[in-house]
């Protein structure tokens, strides 16, 4: 595999891992005891760290891609083992 293709693969896993991460840990203005905006909506975030989430991101991002990888090397689950259709 091309560094070029891993890299891409890699970024896809870790767009997909910060929608999977994204509803951890967070808190809404009701729940941390803060006063809300005007016109804000009551399930919108209190103090929103992207940080954090980023980080979160690239741990589960990192670890899927390496699951990935280690498939496309030893090869365990190929598209014959999941053609469900002959």
Do not use: C, K
């Not at 803060?34 to 909506?41: I, M, N, R, S, W």
Request: aromatic letters at 20%.
């Amino acid at each position: 595999m091309a560094w070029q293709s891993a890299l891409a693969i890699y970024l896809l896993f870790w767009v997909f891992a910060m929608f999977l991460v994204l509803p951890f840990g967070v808190r809404t203005t009701h729940e941390a005891g803060e006063p809300p905006v005007p016109g804000q909506a009551d399930s919108a975030p209190s103090g929103f760290r992207f940080g954090r989430m980023a980080w979160r991101t690239t741990i589960v991002a990192t670890i899927l891609f390496a699951l990935f990888y280690l498939n496309f090397v030893f090869g365990w689950v190929t598209a014959d083992m999941l053609d469900f259709y002959r």
